[in-house]
């Protein structure tokens, strides 16, 4: 069974169909590609995946379970987390702090466990050498105290995809991690996918326009075009595909 299956899923804003009756599926341990001309639903999608959005129609099953309808934090909680395409970091906060975030969120910050300082003083500090030791990871440890904003743009792409581990999910949406990026740095975020991959068991869905980096670490792609899938297959082919390198190429 796969891990992620979307089946006929439709988002729609007004009478406009961003996402168009769209199925593809992610197997566990995985990292497919997601691409597409600008506008052809590929954030939509991620972001319908992660809550942010109601379908209109179709089903979303991940890990067993429909997830369809469910807010972001649920969805976070049941182990699928995501990235977005323009920072989200909070930039006068420190990066550990961001890098708290998600966790803070899930647990720490509930109402009836605030009074009750036992309740959340370990984890509160199991936590923080958890999100010290994501920072180590991604060898930006020495910016640990440093606001988010004195971080290079790839370092910020780098902590909004490491601080999704906080919630140790099973699963990570991506969008566009290396946007903004400086190529040689591009590449360093695709190396610290596949090691998260490994060392963590996850499994990725990746919007990205850098196909020549894209292409060398996803075992499949799926293509969309006006919100649609248009073509699903390894690298290699979907570089033949005609009717891709028509839409997406311009040729
Ligand atoms: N909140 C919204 N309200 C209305 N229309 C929207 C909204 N969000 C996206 N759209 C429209 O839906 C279509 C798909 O947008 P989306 O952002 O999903 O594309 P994309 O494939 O991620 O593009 P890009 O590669 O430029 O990021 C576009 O025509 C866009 O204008
Ligand atoms: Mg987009």
């Known amino acids: 069974m796969p891990l992620l299956e979307l089946t006929n899923l439709y988002k729609c804003f007004g009478r406009f169909a961003a996402v168009a009756g769209v199925s593809l599926h992610v197997n566990a341990g995985e990292i497919v590609g997601l691409i597409g001309p600008n506008g ?8 319908t995946v992660a809550g942010a959005y109601q379908p209109n129609d179709g089903t979303i099953n991940f890990d067993g379970q429909p997830i369809g309808g469910l807010s972001p934090d649920k969805v976070f909680d049941r182990g699928l987390a995501r990235s977005y395409q323009d920072p989200s970091l909070f930039f006068r906060m420190s990066a550990l702090d961001n890098a708290l975030l998600p966790a803070r969120e899930q ?4 109402a009836r466990f605030a009074p009750f300082r036992g309740r959340w003083w370990t984890q509160e500090r199991e936590n923080t050498a958890e999100a010290a030791a994501i920072l180590a990871d991604l060898k930006i440890d020495d910016r640990a105290h440093a606001p988010a904003s004195d971080l290079s743009g790839g370092q910020m792409k780098l902590l909004e995809m490491g601080r999704t581990l906080m919630g140790e999910p099973k699963m990570l949406l ?10 040689a740095l591009a590449y360093t975020i695709f190396e610290e996918i596949e090691r998260m991959r490994t060392a963590h068991g996850l499994t990725f869905l990746i919007v990205e326009h850098r196909l020549e980096i894209l292409f060398d670490f996803v075992d499949r792609l799926y293509v969309m ?5 248009i ?3 390894k690298p290699a082919a979907i570089e033949q595909d005609a ?3 028509e839409v997406y190429f311009g040729e």
Do not use: N, Y
């Open 40 to 47: 052809s639903g590929k954030s939509t999608l991620l972001s």
């Open 107 to 110: 647990r720490g910050e509930q």
């Open 174 to 183: 991506l969008d566009e991690p290396t946007a903004g990026v400086a190529p």
């Open 225 to 229: 075009h006006m919100g649609q899938v």
């Open 231 to 233: 073509a699903e297959g």
């Open 243 to 245: 009717f891709v390198r």
